[in-house]
Structures are given as C-alpha cells and as structure tokens.
C-alpha cells in the first residue's frame, strides 16, 4: 500500500510541476497575478504570479531586524534574499522569474534591485544604472541631494521596470520627482508620470 501510495504521491506531483509550467496555465496566472506592491514586515509573504515561488518574512530579536528568504515550492529550497533592517517593498514580474525590491534602509534615501529566482543571474542595482546612464542635471539631482529615493513602481513588460526617482536637497530644494523605465538589457529611460 505504502509503495502504491508513494507511486501515485510521485505522478501527482510530476503532473503539478508540468502543469504549473505549461505555457497556458503560465498565461493565465499572470493575466490574474497581482501587480500590487508587498511590504515587509508588515506582510509576511508574497507569492509569484505563478505560485511556484514565495518570498516570506523573518523577524529577528537583534540586528539585523529582517530577513527576506525566498522559498521554492516545487524544488523544495530556501535560500536568502537580504536582511533590512527598517521595510521593503516587493513587486512581482509577471513572468515570475524576477522581482523589484525597494530597500528603505534609511531616512534619507532607498535603495531598488531586480532580483531572480535564478541565483546564477547576477542582482541589478537599479540606482547604478540610472547614475551610469543620466548626465547633466538629472544626474545632479540624484547625486547632489542629501534625501535621495528610488521605487519600483510597476512592471512595464517582462523585461522592463518603471521606478520613481524623488527627493529635495541643495541641487532642487524645492523637491523633483521622475519616473524611469529600467529594461533588463540595460536601457534607460524617461517618462512622463
């Protein structure tokens, strides 16, 4: 009975990871997939469009104060995002191979990534890329204010975030705020809002 049971246990599985990652039920999931911002702490998990992954929250008594741990169903594996210690914000691409994370590690500027599930595929700083790409005064303006922030936004396509840039000190006292398109191939733009 016990070998019957592990011999269907096996099957069942093997069907749920094929039709998990068949390009219909991927389709449909993300066209349904939130593409609403998780913030942690205050949420203690975010699940991919497609359900296979989920990005889960762990508190510590000392610094530092939070863990992100992204975990994956299918292959049964955790493995550590970043610890912050204040909140981030988390945005699933559709495509459920990436996501934006907003690190609000300080009170004067934020930090933004694309991370993925892969772990061979190298992090992106999105604000390294801005700083390499912008010149003249909207370069001055991101790296001659003392309150500097970055934010994913949404998900322009699969290859493409939108980030909003603000913040106010001695180049625009007054305050500026951007938006920018990041495309994973390292193109940046500006847009309207």
């Not at 981030?88 to 191979?97: A, T, V, Y």
């Not at 700083?131 to 003392?146: F, P």
Request: charged share 20%; net charge positive.
């Amino acid at each position: 009975m016990a070998r019957r049971n592990s011999r269907f246990l096996g099957m069942y599985s093997a069907l749920f990871l094929f039709t998990l990652n068949s390009p219909l039920v991927t389709q449909v999931i993300a066209k349904q997939a939130s593409s609403k911002i998780v913030s942690f702490p205050d949420q203690s998990q975010a699940v991919s469009p497609n359900a296979r992954y989920v990005i889960v929250g762990e508190e510590h008594h000392g610094g530092p104060f939070h863990t992100a741990i992204l975990e994956d169903r299918v292959l049964k594996t955790r493995r550590k995002l970043l610890d912050y210690d204040s909140h981030i914000d988390l945005l699933w691409n559709p495509d459920s191979k990436s996501f934006a994370v907003t690190d609000y590690g300080e009170s004067d500027y934020s930090r933004c990534s694309i991370i993925f599930t892969d772990q061979m595929v190298t992090t992106i700083q999105i604000w390294d890329k801005l700083v390499k790409a912008l010149t003249g005064r909207e370069l001055k303006s991101l790296v001659d204010n003392h309150h500097v922030y970055i934010a994913a936004v949404q998900w322009i396509s699969a290859d493409a975030l939108k980030v909003k840039v603000w913040g106010y000190g001695e180049a625009n006292p007054s305050g500026f705020t951007r938006f920018y398109s990041y495309d994973t191939d390292g193109g940046v733009k500006r847009l309207g809002n």
